[in-house]
Every structure is written in C-alpha cells, then in structure tokens.
T-cell receptor, first 114, second 116 residues
Framework: KQEVTQIPAALSVPEGENLVLNCSFT??????LQWFRQDPGKGLTSLLL?????REQTSGRLNASLDKSSGRSTLYIAASQPGDSATYLC?????????????FGKGTKLSVKP | DTEVTQTPKHLVMGMTNKKSLKCEQH?????MYWYKQKAKKPPELMFV???????INESVPSRFSPECPNSSLLNLHLHALQPEDSALYLC???????????????FGPGTRLLVL
C-alpha cells in the first residue's frame, strides 16, 4: 500500500529565503507525482506534475524533482514571498491505478515572514 | 474556463436534515471526484465518476449519495449525517481516468460542512 510522507510538517522562513519541501513515497511504481498548494479553508491548486519518466519540472520560482529509485520528491521554492504562505501537499498516483487514486501526504504548512 | 465551482460555500445541518452539495465544471472533463478533508488532514477520496457512471466508491457510508446528472454536474446528497462528518468537501475534475500520466485534477474551493 502506497504511503506518502512529508517533512517537515511546518516551516517558517524569512522573506527572500530559498527553501526545500520534502516528500517521500514507499512504492516506486508511480504514474506521476504532483505538488498542490492549499490556502486555509480553500481548495487545492495544482503546482507541478512530474511524470514517472521525468526527473524534474519547473514553473516560475518553483522546481520539483523526482527520484523514483529513492522514493523521494522535493519542491524547491526560490526567493520566497509572504504570498507563498500556504500548505503544500504532494500526491502520488500509482501505476496501474486510476487517476482517482491520488495518495496525499499530510502536507507542509509554510509561513513566509515579511 | 479552468474553474470548478462548488455550492454552497458553507453549510450547517442537523442530523435529521437532507441537503445536497453541488459541483460544476465546463472544461469538458469526463471524470469528476468527491473528496472529504478533515482539519489538518489530507483529502481522502470518496467517489469517482467517469463518463457519468460511478467508477469508484471508497467504502463510503450510504448516508452520502453521489449523483452525476450530466457531464458538467456532480451532486452529493446528504442524509442523516453524524457530527463526525463535519469536514471540507472538495470536488475535482480531470479529462479522464489515467488517460495520460500528464493529467492533473482541478479542484473546486470546497464546501465547509458542519453537522450539529
């Protein structure tokens, strides 16, 4: 059974700092790995999706990497801003499963202080 | 239009009430999902519809009854809920089920439900 873990559970940084959020998964037979952002009481916004054959994806100040062999993904945020404050969730879709089977980690709550 | 809308935003109901949550998307997606999210927990999948047919039911109690009247709409009918059912209910949609490993799900803002 796939399990997704995110470390740390919470992170507070000063504005402008570069930071890394970690995600690990137990079953390397994944279809893809996604990173989402969730603001308090709101829905999820998809940030990056990495296919199983890819090593990384970039969007603006965000860069996500995937290492299937070690069961790890990282989300790198450059030059953090207060607007980046939110909970970041990673989710794995297992190979052979339906798209509905997003297995989420518990998230990392990020706070960027001005 | 890349938006999934959900109504109502907030709902308070008693344990004997019957209410419905609504979800709508106009992106032409053929798969739609209901998730339940408790505070400080990740979303948990409840139901998946593909081409308006129920594809996945993750052992959800019968007091939750999904309905997909057409390809753009998804309802969740609620009856005789318990206080522990209080949560954020999220709807999502995607082009299809595992049609491509490039697919992502688009989430609505959710309905925050409180059962008294």
């Amino acid at each position: 059974k796939q399990e997704v873990t995110q470390i740390p559970a919470a992170l507070s940084v000063p504005e402008g700092e570069n930071l890394v959020l970690n995600c690990s998964f137990t079953d390397s037979a994944i279809y893809n790995l996604q990173w989402f952002r969730q603001d308090p009481g709101k829905g999820l916004t998809s940030l990056l999706l990495i296919q199983s054959s890819q090593r990384e994806q970039t969007s603006g100040r965000l860069n996500a990497s995937l290492d299937k062999s070690s069961g790890r993904s990282t989300l790198y945020i450059a030059a953090s801003q207060p607007g980046d404050s939110a909970t970041y969730l990673c989710a794995a879709t297992n190979y052979g499963g339906s798209q509905g089977n997003l297995i989420f980690g518990k998230g990392t709550k990020l706070s960027v202080k001005p | 239009d890349t938006e999934v809308t959900q109504t109502p935003k907030h709902l308070v109901m008693g344990m004997t009430n019957k209410k419905s949550l609504k979800c709508e998307q106009h992106m032409g997606h053929r798969a739609m999902y209901w998730y339940k999210q408790k505070a400080k927990k990740p979303p948990e999948l409840m139901f998946v519809y593909s081409y308006e047919k129920l594809s996945i039911n993750e052992s959800v109690p019968s007091r939750f009854s999904p309905e997909c009247p057409n390809s753009s709409l998804l309802n969740l009918h609620l009856h005789a809920l318990q206080p522990e059912d209080s949560a954020l209910y999220l709807c999502a949609s995607s082009w299809g089920l595992a049609a491509s490993n490039q697919e992502t799900q688009y989430f609505g803002p959710g309905t925050r439900l409180l059962v008294l």
